[in-house]
């Protein structure tokens, strides 16, 4: 996914209403869920993560996304705030 797809995504995501939760994937394989919309916010290149058990907020490029998706779509298994 290039950039300005990952960011028009995440603006979609962000900006539904009303907000609906989704999970950000990225090329590690690392799984970010998004259950609240102020827990994920982005500027040109990076964006940065505060995960719902009030661990360390994750700060990770945009460029490692491949894919934004609802949590309803995302795979069985793989839950969880912030998966490696």
């Given at each position: 996914m290039?950039?300005?797809k990952a960011k028009k995504e995440l603006v979609r995501f962000l900006s539904?209403?009303?907000f609906e939760?989704?999970?950000?994937?990225l090329d590690t394989g690392e799984k970010l869920d998004v259950t609240r919309q102020f827990?994920?916010?982005?500027?040109?290149?990076?964006?940065?993560y505060a995960?719902?058990?009030r661990g360390p907020?994750?700060?990770r490029r945009l460029k490692q996304?491949?894919?934004v998706?609802?949590?309803?779509?995302?795979?069985?298994?793989?839950?969880?705030?912030?998966?490696?």
């Open positions: 290039t950039v300005a539904k209403k009303p939760p989704f999970r950000v994937v827990q994920l916010g982005f500027g040109l290149s990076q964006f940065g995960p719902s058990d907020t994750a700060h996304i491949v894919a998706e609802t949590l309803a779509g995302a795979t069985a298994g793989s839950s969880g705030n912030c998966d490696s």
